[in-house]
């Protein structure tokens, strides 16, 4: 397995954008101009997000975790971005509804099961209503990139999983 790549570059604030493809194409070709993931990336992964939402209405801080399939990254990375207004996303298992989003974490997977273990600890972040509000108002990528890896637990995931 790739170790997971994860600096200030990719993490993103004040994105503006007027709705979510706007959003996810910022974000995706972020990732496009550092060579982490491929140019089909960002069309998959605004394609996979109509398909399959991602909007989560979590406690304070509304997220969204577009992934798409592996075989548009490069290398395995975990973009943030730090929306300057809210932009309305499908909440994931809920069509009819949507959720103003103002964090994104782009998942950019080269191994399906490896995007399940970050799923499963983002998703324990996501019940944390102080730890987004904390990452929606902070201005520095290495505040953020630290409490994320401490959270996120970045050193368990870059080996040693089954």
Do not use: C, W
């Amino acid at each position: 397995m790739s170790e997971l790549f994860f600096n200030e570059s990719v993490i993103l604030l004040d994105v503006e954008g007027d709705n979510k493809e706007e959003v996810l194409a910022t974000i995706s070709n972020n990732l496009v101009e550092r060579g982490l993931v491929k140019e089909s990336f960002v069309p998959a992964i605004i394609k996979r997000e109509g398909e399959f939402a991602t909007g989560l209405p979590t406690a304070g801080v509304s997220v969204a975790i577009p992934h798409t399939d592996v075989e548009h990254v490069n290398k395995k990375t975990i973009s943030i971005a730090v929306l300057k207004n809210p932009v309305d996303f499908v909440i994931m298992g809920d069509d009819s509804e949507t959720t103003p989003v103002q964090l994104v974490f782009m998942l950019a997977m080269d191994e399906a099961h490896s995007q399940l273990s970050l799923l499963q600890k983002l998703m324990q972040v996501f019940q944390e209503e102080d730890t987004l509000k904390y990452l929606v108002n902070q201005k520095d990528k290495t505040k953020i990139k630290s409490l994320l890896e401490e959270k996120l637990d970045f050193v368990a995931l870059k080996g040693g999983e089954r």
